[in-house]
T-cell receptor, first 114, second 112 residues
Framework: AQSVTQPDIHITVSEGASLELRCNYS??????LFWYVQSPGQGLQLLLK??????LVQGIKGFEAEFKRSQSSFNLRKPSVHWSDAAEYFC????????????FGAGTRLFVKA | DVKVTQSSRYLVKRTGEKVFLECVQD?????MFWYRQDPGLGLRLIYF???????EKGDIPEGYSVSREKKERFSLILESASTNQTSMYLC???????????FGEGSWLTVV
């Protein structure tokens, strides 16, 4: 069955520290891969996406993610976290063919401490 | 600037009431979605529509219906609201496979 797992329900990091949010997926073939961010009380906004090519993908707000086919993972990273990064982060996968249904993970809430 | 508008941000309804959640997009996208978001469960797809008057069930359609009479508008209907439908509802649109999904700001529904 297709699924997306974000093992960490919440993570707390200090401002200025590095960040890695984990995402693993189960899918029949290599899907499209996405990370979305949701600020409190808002809808979701796309951070970055992977379609093909370079497995290290750059996104907005200084985020990047690396696709590792052998590990079925697409972890999100940021070298130095800012207080404004506090939000909920969702990993998602989408089919390459035969439809546009996107499956979302349960989300990881990021807390940033001063 | 792209826009997905959910007209009702916060609603409180009584059990058994009929509830309409409206969503309008200005991007001329064919595909529109309704998701439900609950803590620890992420986003779950209720219904989606890939064209006017077309609809398909998502993962949790029970207790919901939808209407798409015009391309830009996609409505979610709770025929008889129940307390377990208290949740955040998100409308979204996408042009096609693999493209960015654009979300509305969400509608917080409380059923008492």
């Amino acid at each position: 069955a297709q699924s997306v797992t974000q093992p960490d329900i919440h993570i707390t990091v200090s401002e200025g520290a590095s960040l890695e949010l984990r995402c693993n997926y189960s899918y029949g073939a290599t899907p499209y891969l996405f990370w979305y961010v949701q600020s409190p009380g808002q809808g979701l906004q796309l951070l970055l996406k992977y379609f093909s090519g370079d497995t290290l993908v750059q996104g907005i707000k200084g985020f990047e993610a690396e696709f590792k086919r052998s590990q079925s993972s697409f972890n999100l990273r940021k070298p130095s976290v800012h207080w404004s990064d506090a939000a909920e982060y969702f990993c998602a996968v989408g089919a390459r063919t035969g439809g546009f249904k996107t499956i979302f993970g349960a989300g990881t809430r990021l807390f940033v401490k001063a | 600037d792209v826009k997905v508008t959910q007209s009702s941000r916060y609603l409180v309804k009584r059990t058994g009431e009929k509830v309409f959640l409206e969503c309008v997009q200005d991007m001329d996208h064919e595909n529109m979605f309704w998701y439900r978001q609950d803590p620890g469960l992420g986003l779950r797809l209720i219904y989606f529509s890939y064209d006017v008057k077309m609809k398909e069930k998502g993962d949790i359609p029970e207790g919901y219906s939808v209407s798409r009479e015009k391309k830009e508008r996609f409505s979610l209907i709770l025929e008889s609201a129940s307390t377990n439908q208290t949740s955040m509802y998100l409308c979204a649109t996408v042009r096609g496979t693999g493209n960015t999904i654009y979300f509305g700001e969400g509608s917080w529904l409380t059923v008492v």
